[in-house]
């Protein structure tokens, strides 16, 4: 009886004592923030400085997309014609004097580049590359009970570091964490799935416990899943020792009988909750988002998911968010999977470097097929101050973390260790001092005496491909490892290496049908295709001509248009048109899918111009969101939904021929009509993928109607826009949520009296806000407009431009007001609630 009650006094103390704590304890480190730009003198790390004078600002941030853009930025317009420097961010904090005791951790999900962190003037690291996450450990300088300072230096100086815009600052989200001295550690739990079928699945828990106190522990360990509805469907528990100051791996099995699997169409995940117990205490709780399933990719059927084939309908993506920039937001990424959900897109490539957190939870809910992707080069450089600089000390490290936080992610299939390396070549020879930096010796390697031969007769570039994969097998065996090649020659060294699991060329679809012939173990898919060249409105004719800019890719390109026709008739000349590509993806099934460059337009590389072009051409929906005419050539091939999709405008010149295309599926053909008289019916014949009508323009309606047996399916016109006479604004979400980073991506065009949209309207458009928002940003999709994107301003570009609102985290009324001159002003309102 005594014992009983030792033990009721012992647990009644420890509840007392966590009262109103979060035994896993992760806040939003975002708010309230203090920043400057600055030279490379100022050191603003001591508790003691002055930063009053300082821009208050809430994370993350960009300070890059601010600027106006500029030929002369040393980033160049390649990198986006933004500028670099070097930023100081400083944040005073209290952690609440009952916290002694326990942890505090710092996240950083991103910081570009070159930061170093400091807690109440002590150094804790740095980390250059800008788009690693990391944690630092800051209990030992933590002042509890009294004001604590961190502070953050970002160096962006030297330029140029990036072929594309990489942004500048704190550009993702970061958290403090409070956590008992028992508990997960940083991405503490490993899940896997050995075994899957109707009746029952398997799931193997991985779980890393840090043990923090100065003695040894017995740990419980409880594994809890829950489906989808918030009931428990299996569990399992034991015990282990952890030695003080260690951390101690422990697996375990559940069983989930009749599993739910994830899928592109229903993907979905279970939660598993980690609790950890010492002496009868809870000490820790994690959680874990888990999806159930299975896949493979076989050399002749391509990917196969839950024992299904599944084409991968996938495109590329740069991290920015357009008029946002680098800086996160977890809605702006979702309207951006959302309009690519909505084209029948099932995969995304993170191009070319490791993804916010964000997008991978969001591709887990949502149900696309992700490449996950490390490194834009290895120890040879493409841009003079780029990553390469710290490769050899940090890409063992950086590529370790990247597995590490990412493995869990039902959405992740394909790890890629790196994209168009200079090392593919053999006149890009790695010396043996490059070798010793980065720590690749063939000795590190538990490797046969054969293979070491072998590897040896390969030579360097191989040895480094190896080493990189191990350390992903090391860390996660159960996906395959690729690489994004361009160099499609059968002595490619990273071919040659054997460390691929899989063969991904960049471009050469020529090669596509053969492949299994020169690699028939190696399953095969386009890591990056198409590379077409549009502006959104802009139409050069006659449609069936080709434009390939430029010439090669090692030769200078002018043209005065500083545009790209939107029929599908322009692309560079390593690629193709969207088109020719699909056609062959679509027809082989060895080819287990592609992903298209690219699914959005992106800042930088302005491929086939540059200055004064300042953003890229190759998106299939403009930087603005605005979807380009081929986006609906996908949806007719990609989704189930009808699709019936005429273009271009209806505003030209009398008597001008002009080219009529028409996207669609099921259906047997489809018939035009001006001003109600035919023209025509078409029909895709053999491979086709679209019908065309040449005719001579005249104002009115033009009206296609598909049918199927004869039947109607769907009808579609375009009418001639009258004088504009009104602005019409269109949110994508009348209502948001009062939570400080929701936003409201509202369309702007001007329409005549009968309510038709003028497509080639060019006004400037202004906008103010009032009540619980602001404007974050504006946007047209125009590759050449050099005004800010942070201006509450934008011209019309080919009639349509984009404004920005996010909330103030109160509720309310967000009344956005547009006024053109010489037309009566227009105003919407989004709820923030």
């Known amino acids: 009886m005594k014992k009983l009650h030792l033990l009721v006094l012992v647990l009644t103390m420890y509840s007392l004592s966590v009262a109103g ?73 209290t952690v609440d004097k009952a916290e002694a ?27 250059p590359y800008g788009y690693i996450s990391f944690r630092y450990d800051l209990t030992p300088y933590i002042r509890f009970g009294e004001q604590n300072v ?7 100086l030297k330029q140029p570091n990036s072929r594309w815009y990489s942004g500048s600052g704190i550009f993702r989200n970061v958290w403090l ?13 490993y899940v896997t799935t050995p075994q899957i079928n109707a009746d029952s699945a ?17 740990v419980r360990v409880e594994q809890l899943l829950y489906d989808a509805q918030g009931l428990l469907v299996s569990k399992a528990s034991g015990s282990f020792y952890v030695n003080p100051g260690t951390s101690h791996q422990y697996l375990q099995q559940i069983v989930v009988k009749k599993p739910l699997l994830w899928n592109i169409e229903n993907p979905y995940q279970y939660k598993l909750v980690t609790r950890t117990h010492v002496l009868f205490r809870p000490t820790d709780e994690y959680v874990t988002q888990v999806g159930i399933r299975s896949f493979t990719f076989d050399v002749k059927k391509g990917f196969i998911l839950n024992g299904k084939r599944v084409k991968i309908n996938g495109v590329c993506n740069h991290h920015d968010l357009g008029a946002l920039g680098a800086a996160v937001n977890t809605r702006a990424i979702e309207r951006q999977l959302q309009i690519l959900k909505d084209m029948g897109c099932n995969g995304i490539r993170c191009s070319h470097n490791p993804p916010a957190p964000e997008l991978l939870d969001l591709c887990d809910k949502m149900g696309f097929i992700v490449m996950d992707e490390a490194f834009d080069m290895w120890l040879k450089k493409k841009v003079t101050y780029d990553y390469s600089l710290d490769f050899p000390e940090w890409h063992e490290r950086d590529l370790t973390d990247l597995i590490v936080r990412d493995r869990n992610h039902p959405s ?59 350390i992903v097998k090391n860390v996660d065996p159960t996906r395959p490892v690729s690489a994004a090649c361009n160099g499609t020659d059968d002595k490619n060294p990273l071919f040659l290496s054997g460390a691929l699991d899989m063969i991904g060329f960049n471009y050469h679809e020529g090669e596509y049908a053969g492949i299994t012939k020169r690699y028939p173990d190696k399953p095969f898919f386009s890591s990056e295709s198409v590379s077409a060249l549009q502006t959104r409105g802009f139409y050069l004719m006659p449609s069936d001509s080709m434009n390939i800019w430029p010439e090669s890719w090692d030769k200078p390109f002018f043209n005065p248009l500083q545009k790209c026709s939107a029929y599908d008739n322009s692309h560079a000349p390593w690629g193709s048109t969207h088109e020719a590509t699909w056609k062959i993806v679509k027809k082989y099934d060895h080819i287990a899918g592609q992903y298209i460059w690219t699914g959005f337009d992106y800042l930088g590389e302005p491929t086939p111009y540059w200055w004064p072009s300042r953003s890229s051409y190759f998106g299939i929906i403009d ?6 005419d081929v986006y609906y050539m996908y949806q007719s091939e990609w989704t189930n939904k009808d699709v019936l999709y005429i273009f271009p405008h209806w505003n030209w010149k009398a008597g001008q021929a002009v080219d009529v295309w028409a996207y669609y599926n099921n259906a047997d053909e489809v018939e035009l009509y001006l001003n109600g008289q035919s023209l025509g019916k078409r029909s895709k014949a053999g491979d086709d993928l679209h019908v065309m009508w040449r005719i001579k323009y005249e104002p009115g309606t033009l009206k296609a109607v598909s049918r199927k047996n004869g039947k109607e399916v769907l009808t579609r016109d375009i009418k001639t826009a ?14 948001i949520t009062a939570d400080g980073k929701d936003l409201s991506f509202v369309t702007v065009e001007l329409i005549d009296k009968d309510g038709n949209a003028y497509p080639l309207a060019d006004q400037l458009v202004k906008f103010t806000v009032e009540g619980e928002g602001a404007i974050v940003g504006t946007d047209n999709g125009d590759q050449n407009e050099h005004a800010s994107l942070k201006k509450p301003e934008r011209k019309l570009f080919y009639g349509k431009c984009l404004a920005i609102v996010q909330n103030t985290g109160k509720p309310g009324k967000i009344v956005l007001k547009a006024s053109v001159e010489g037309m009566p002003a227009q105003e919407i309102t989004i709820v923030s609630k």
């Open 150 to 156: 961190i502070a953050v230096k970002v160096d962006n």
């Open 412 to 470: 992740v299939f394909i790890w890629s260790i790196g994209n168009e390396v200079g090392e593919q070549w053999g006149e890009a020879k790695i010396d043996d001092t490059d070798l010793q930096k980065a720590n690749v010796q063939l000795n590190n390697r538990k490797i046969s005496e054969s293979e070491d031969t072998k590897l040896g007769k390969l030579g360097k570039n191989a040895l480094l491909t190896r080493h990189l994969a191990d």
């Open 21 to 93: 704590k979060e035994l896993h304890d992760v806040q939003s480190f975002n708010q309230n923030w203090k920043f400057t730009l600055a030279d490379s003198t100022l050191n603003a790390s001591a508790n003691s400085y002055n930063d009053n004078s300082w821009r208050s600002l809430n994370l993350p941030h960009d300070w890059s997309i601010e600027s106006d853009f500029g030929k002369d930025f040393p980033a160049s317009p390649g990198g986006g014609a933004l500028p670099g420097g070097l930023g100081w961010y400083r944040k005073s904090f």
């Open 623 to 628: 930087l603005a969101g605005f979807p380009k």
């Open 101 to 127: 005791g326990r942890r505090v951790y710092i996240d950083f999900d991103g910081v570009y580049r070159n930061s170093e962190v400091w807690i109440n003037g002590t150094s804790v690291g740095k980390r």
């Open 722 to 735: 009258g004088v504009p006479a009104s602005i019409r604004m269109i949110a994508d979400r009348p209502e």
């Open 177 to 189: 964490t409070i956590l008992n001295p028992v508990h997960v550690d940083h991405w503490g739990t």
């Open 202 to 218: 398997t799931i193997a828990i991985q779980t890393t416990i840090k043990n923090d106190e100065n003695k040894l522990r017995t």
